[in-house]
């Protein structure tokens, strides 16, 4: 195991809205989802960027209150955000999801994290 420091990593954060409408024409509303509390910080990692709907985000579990790394609707969050991340059990979560590809973390760079920031609250925004 390394014990040196992590070097902090660029991340986009936001937090999981407080009501979320679903269901058969999003009558029905659900505080959080069913794995976040209402205003859990979570940091998104990655994007499907051809579907505009999901989103890979790390964040603390509602039941267990440990890191989950799952794939959500971009349309739960808001408070969109670019920071530098120090906490190390989430640098050591981007960086094992990250390892799963041939390139590692090349593809997550400071451009990747400013064009999610970018691209990802138009995604959300209703089309007039």
Not at 77 to 103: A, H, Q
Not at 118 to 126: F, V
């Given at each position: 195991m390394d014990h040196l420091e992590p070097i902090p990593l660029w991340t986009l954060v936001a937090n999981i809205k407080q009501e979320i409408s679903y269901g058969q024409g999003k009558l029905q509303t659900r505080y959080g989802t069913k794995q976040f509390s209402p205003g859990t910080k979570v940091y998104i990692i990655d994007w499907y960027a051809g579907m505009c709907q999901a989103i890979t985000v790390i964040g603390l579990s509602r039941d267990t209150k440990k890191l989950i790394t799952i794939v959500i609707r971009a349309e739960?969050?808001?408070?969109?955000?670019?920071?530098?991340?120090?906490?190390?059990?989430?640098?050591?979560?981007?960086?094992?999801?990250?390892?799963?590809?041939?390139?590692?973390?090349?593809?997550?760079?400071?451009?990747?994290?400013?064009?999610?920031?970018?691209?990802?609250?138009?995604?959300?925004?209703?089309?007039?």
């Open positions: 739960w969050i808001e408070n969109f955000r670019v920071k530098l991340c120090y906490n190390p059990k989430v640098c050591s979560k981007i960086k094992t999801y990250f390892d799963k590809e041939e390139t590692g973390m090349q593809r997550y760079t400071g451009k990747f994290v400013n064009d999610m920031f970018i691209g990802i609250p138009q995604w959300i925004k209703p089309l007039s």
